[in-house]
């Protein structure tokens, strides 16, 4: 028992530590290829990610590195759907908003997804954890949010995008538990139709986004090589973010979004000399606090379950 706890113990680090450093490069790389390449299309970027992680799954699968498991069509059909409109919510949202209101919108993912695990789930979160989430929140908009500039179709994009983004996530982490189904399963199963909703939107929504069409764009030589190198850490990136909230939860993936966030502030002063001031310094601070905190409060309340599940249940009385 001990050992099979130690196991998954190890396996939760294993892909949290994928998770941050596939994130934290893979933002590096778009940035290159977004602001000193001049590539600008983000959500058809996306849908190129997507395709590619299906056709590397799939020759995984041919090649007997893991078993495809049948789900039900309808489930994954709208999952893969919910899951391919929540990104180009989100880039319609970055689009039509202030980059302080964006942020604000990822900001509200967390008590979003613990407003609805609440109600329709049942889950019971503790102040402790509540009031760690509340000091991450806080460094986090500290260190990124500038303005808050409101207007209407940016508001009704970002209330969409938070939506539909907290429920694929917990239906992530949902569909694992209850049909068994790995995360490799998962994401092998509904990448296509992820990958479906970005290819006939996205060049659309990157036009409306940024007055250009992708189809028109000069591909140079350090255009396609960054493109596909982008694509290869995509591969990474989305495997590790099925494996992060299937071995975890929505909220804790969260947590370690925001962990990104602070990451990329800091690797954007160091490495690509970003503006930076103590402002950012304190939020930073002040987030990796609260990330702390989620994380003991997190792993205590995880050792007590064990220990209460392990007790008989006249011990448990």
Not at 51 to 73: N, S
Not at 155 to 183: F, H
Request: net charge positive; proline share 3%; charged share 10%.
């Amino acid at each position: 028992m001990v050992k099979m706890t130690a196991g998954l113990q190890l396996g939760v680090i294993g892909s949290l530590a994928l998770s941050v450093a596939s994130s934290v490069a893979i933002v590096i790389c778009n940035k290159a290829l977004i602001s000193t390449l001049g590539f600008p299309f983000a959500t058809t970027l996306t849908s190129w990610h997507l395709m590619v992680t299906y056709c590397t799954l799939h020759v995984a699968q041919r090649l007997h590195f893991f078993e495809p498991k049948a789900i039900d069509g309808h489930t994954v059909i709208l999952f893969g759907f919910l899951n391919g409109t929540s990104i180009g919510l989100l880039n319609l949202s970055l689009g039509f908003n202030s980059i302080g209101f964006y942020q604000m919108t990822k900001l509200a993912i967390i008590p979003f997804t613990v407003l609805l695990e609440t109600i329709f789930l049942n889950k019971r979160f503790s102040e402790t954890i509540k009031l760690s989430l509340m000091v991450l929140l806080l460094g986090v908009g500290i260190a990124s949010v500038t303005d808050l500039e409101l207007n209407l179709l940016g508001s009704v994009l970002s209330g969409l995008a938070i939506a539909t983004t907290c429920v694929g996530q917990i239906l992530t982490n949902t569909i694992q538990k209850k049909l068994k189904v790995s995360s490799t399963q998962l994401l092998y199963q509904s990448a296509p139709y992820q990958a479906a909703i970005l290819f006939a939107t996205g060049p659309f929504v990157d036009r409306l986004l940024t007055n250009r069409s992708v189809f028109a764009h000069k591909y140079t030589t350090p255009v396609v090589g960054f493109i596909i190198l982008s694509c290869l850490i995509a591969v990474s990136v989305n495997f590790s973010t099925f494996l992060v909230i299937g071995t975890t939860s929505p909220v804790t993936y969260q947590v370690l979004g925001h962990l990104k966030t602070c990451l990329v502030l800091s690797f954007g002063y160091t490495l690509l000399h970003d503006p930076f001031t103590m402002k950012n310094i304190l939020g930073i601070l002040v987030a990796i606090f609260g990330m702390a905190l989620y994380s003991f409060f997190s792993v205590r309340e995880s050792k007590k379950k064990s220990t209460n599940d392990a007790l008989p249940v006249s011990q448990q009385q």
